[in-house]
């Protein structure tokens, strides 16, 4: 796992957007372990757990050199853990199997993008029988020359930003498909795109051009994400129209 640029991406043995939550949630567990007890002579079983650690964790801070953590499982205490960090041995105690024993699967980031609220420019969107553009000038939003509303604009942005799958699925699984709906989000990155499809009644699966899986979706989503473009909508009927020449 690497950061680049902000984000965190991982590397192997699959290359993807890495699960931010976990990252952070594993690095707070290594920045809270602390020393129980120093093992100034280390004895032969501890040396020889240490030469087949269980966890093998190289940490580089950006200019610097990598430091390695070494953690070795104690079958007489569970809860603590033989420790080498910078030569040092120590027991330990940590929540780190937790964070480390988890699937491939569950290290790569589930939403079809990295956008923040914040990050986005304009909003180009058309999920059924809805379609909208937005775009963000001198900090307020508009639908052509009407103004929206920040929190309406805020609630789909969530909705956008926030969207995120419940697993991955090969699309070769599939025997029948509909397009239902497509989102283009512009940041000063570039454009990310994503299309929403239908494999079924409230079946609904999203994809985009960087990934060849696509994300499962929680099958009232679309509808959530109608009723927001709705109300962007209702807000941009009610927003007065500046006359020309005022």
């Known amino acids: 796992i690497r950061r680049d640029s902000g984000r965190f991406a991982l590397e192997s043995p699959i290359q993807d957007v890495a699960n931010p939550d976990k990252v952070e ?5 290594i920045e809270a372990l602390s020393v129980s007890e120093f093992v100034d ?4 079983a501890q040396h020889g757990a240490l030469r087949t650690p269980a966890y093998r964790i190289a940490l580089r801070p950006a200019g610097g050199e990598s430091i390695e953590l070494e953690l070795a499982r104690r079958a007489e205490e569970p809860a603590l853990w033989l420790a080498r960090l910078a030569g040092r041995v120590f027991v330990a105690e940590s929540e780190m199997a937790a964070r480390l024993d988890m699937p491939v699967d569950d290290w790569r980031s589930r939403r079809w993008t990295q ?3 914040f990050e986005v420019e304009s909003i180009r969107a058309a999920i059924g029988d809805r379609a909208l553009e937005l775009a963000r000038r001198e900090g307020s939003w508009f639908s052509g020359d009407a103004t929206i509303p920040y929190t309406t604009v805020t609630d789909l942005l969530d909705l956008l930003t926030g969207l995120e799958g419940e697993a991955f699925e090969d699309r070769a699984s599939w025997s029948r498909v509909e397009e239902v709906g497509r989102v283009d989000l512009d940041t000063s990155g570039g454009t990310e795109s994503l299309t929403l499809l239908s494999l ?5 699966r999203a994809v985009s051009p ?3 899986e696509a994300l499962v ?3 009232d989503l679309v509808s959530d994400l109608i009723a927001a473009l709705e109300e962007v909508e209702q807000a941009a009927a009610a927003s007065p129209v500046p ?4």
């Open 210 to 212: 960087v990934r060849d």
């Open 25 to 29: 949630a594993l690095l707070g567990e």
């Open 200 to 204: 079924g009644e409230s079946v609904y």
């Open 243 to 246: 006359i020309e020449g005022e």
């Open 217 to 219: 979706l929680d099958k």
């Open 41 to 44: 002579e280390p004895d032969e």
């Open 115 to 117: 956008a923040r609220t």
